[in-house]
């Protein structure tokens, strides 16, 4: 999953020049580096980073190259990721005040390729004229932040039977820009809709290659 914003269009597309990196560490170091060949906006998007639409999932398919690959780190670092899952919630199910991380790559020369995970409290959740949400939060980020996942460590919103046995935080959402008037951070909340469409979306892109 992406913000679209990054990548700036409003309808699907094939690109030759996105690339994904697994596990990277730094500029020169990953495990593997793949071509992005296929991205899908929301059809709401609307071009606005604060739609609650701005997100979209990109597929990638041919694999390039792998860098400094150290097997032993690789799996102490997939170790730290066994404790994540992807669901949604509902705007109702948030609480103001309770902790949010954002992990992502910051675009700061002496950062690139490093990850880097920040907390700090929801301040709000709200519906969009476009019936999206939009969540806001007090948590530092920069540019190149946009497109991180978003964490909630309040599991209460995945059912028992759908939880796995370490499992400690789980995304809700997308992190999008920075309202400079409020000096707030805000992100697309993946509600129950938009997770449908999630999943709907990988289904309909790999039943079409078939």
């Given at each position: 999953?992406?913000?679209?914003?990054?990548?700036?269009?409003?309808r699907?597309?094939?690109?030759?020049?996105?690339?994904?990196?697994?596990?990277r560490?730094?500029?020169d170091?990953y495990?593997?580096?793949?071509?992005?060949?296929h991205?899908?906006?929301?059809p709401?998007?609307d071009g606005?980073l604060?739609?609650?639409f701005?997100?979209?999932?990109c597929f990638y398919?041919e694999?390039l190259?792998?860098?400094?690959?150290?097997?032993?780190n690789?799996?102490?670092r997939?170790?730290?990721?066994n404790?994540?899952?992807?669901?949604?919630?509902?705007a109702?199910?948030l609480?103001e005040?309770?902790e949010i991380?954002?992990?992502?790559?910051p675009?700061?020369?002496?950062?690139?390729?490093?990850?880097?995970?920040?907390?700090?409290?929801l301040i709000?959740t709200?519906?969009?004229?476009?019936?999206?949400h939009?969540?806001s939060?007090?948590?530092?980020t920069?540019p190149?932040?946009?497109?991180?996942?978003i964490f909630t460590t309040?599991?209460?919103?995945?059912?028992?039977?759908e939880?796995?046995k370490?499992?400690?935080?789980v995304?809700?959402?997308?992190?999008?820009?920075?309202?400079?008037?409020?000096?707030?951070?805000?992100?697309?909340?993946i509600t129950?809709?938009l997770?449908?469409?999630?999943?709907?979306?990988?289904?309909?892109y790999?039943a079409s290659?078939?």
């Open positions: 999953m992406v913000a679209i914003n990054q990548i700036g269009k409003k699907p597309r094939p690109y030759s020049d996105l690339r994904f990196y697994m596990a560490k730094g500029e170091t495990v593997a580096s793949y071509k992005i060949r991205c899908v906006p929301h709401k998007y606005s604060a739609s609650g701005d997100i979209g999932v398919d694999y190259a792998s860098k400094n690959y150290n097997p032993e690789y799996a102490k997939l170790d730290r990721t404790d994540l899952t992807h669901y949604f919630a509902d109702s199910e609480l005040g309770q991380e954002v992990t992502g790559f675009g700061d020369e002496d950062k690139t390729g490093y990850l880097y995970t920040h907390r700090g409290p709000a709200s519906e969009t004229a476009l019936g999206g939009v969540l939060y007090s948590v530092d920069t190149g932040n946009s497109g991180s996942p309040d599991l209460s919103i995945v059912p028992l039977s939880r796995a370490d499992q400690q935080r995304q809700i959402g997308i992190h999008n820009g920075t309202d400079v008037g409020s000096n707030a951070n805000y992100g697309t909340l129950p809709e997770y449908d469409w999630i999943n709907t979306t990988v289904d309909d790999f290659r078939q």
